[in-house]
């Protein structure tokens, strides 16, 4: 069996938060890091405040361009009042993904035990795009890549990847 060549993805990083900077954004530049050093490109990087109407704006901008492929979020899926970034996103989704959140709160278990039950992490498929919304915290961000998305991404997995699911991708 001959192995498959790399495929790099167009992602685009949105952090939400009401108080994060470029300077302070440790989250979003952790995924921009991780994304850039396994091959993939950049789409674009942006901050968002905790606001539905802000967050689905740019979302679907994204969702819409042909060109983005990916949207990882980071941010809001918390408890409190102002973590809305599932309650933003789900209604764009055409499909949700239940085993990556399902699979980020395992993961996470190993590390941070029971506190993980308060992780709302989500992911989902619209107009072909993946959107994955990740906790805020760095250590979320890189477990998130690490052990969920990355390799996802990564068209030389096997059995499976999400690659195979972006044809506008391997058509090219």
Not at 43 to 70: L, N
Request: with cysteine.
């Amino acid at each position: 069996m001959t192995e498959r060549e790399f495929v790099p993805v167009n992602i685009a990083v949105m952090t939400v938060s009401d108080s994060r900077t470029e300077e302070t954004d440790t989250s979003g530049a952790a995924l921009v890091k991780r994304l850039s050093e396994a091959g993939h490109q950049l789409a674009e990087k942006i901050i968002v405040p905790d606001d539905t109407y802000q967050i689905r704006a740019v979302m679907s901008r994204w969702i819409a361009d042909p060109d983005v492929c990916v949207i990882i979020s980071t941010g809001g899926t918390g408890l409190t009042g102002r973590d809305i970034t599932p309650e933003a996103v789900r209604p764009l989704l055409d499909k949700e993904i239940e085993g990556v959140g399902e699979l980020f709160r395992w993961v996470s278990y190993q590390d941070i035990k029971t506190s993980t039950v308060a992780s709302r992490a989500l992911g989902g498929v619209a107009n072909g795009t993946f959107v994955f919304c990740l906790p805020g915290s760095t250590g979320a961000c890189r477990t998130g890549w690490d052990d969920i998305i990355g390799p996802q991404l990564d068209y030389r997995n096997s059995p499976c990847n999400m690659v195979e699911l972006m044809p506008r991708l391997l058509e090219k």
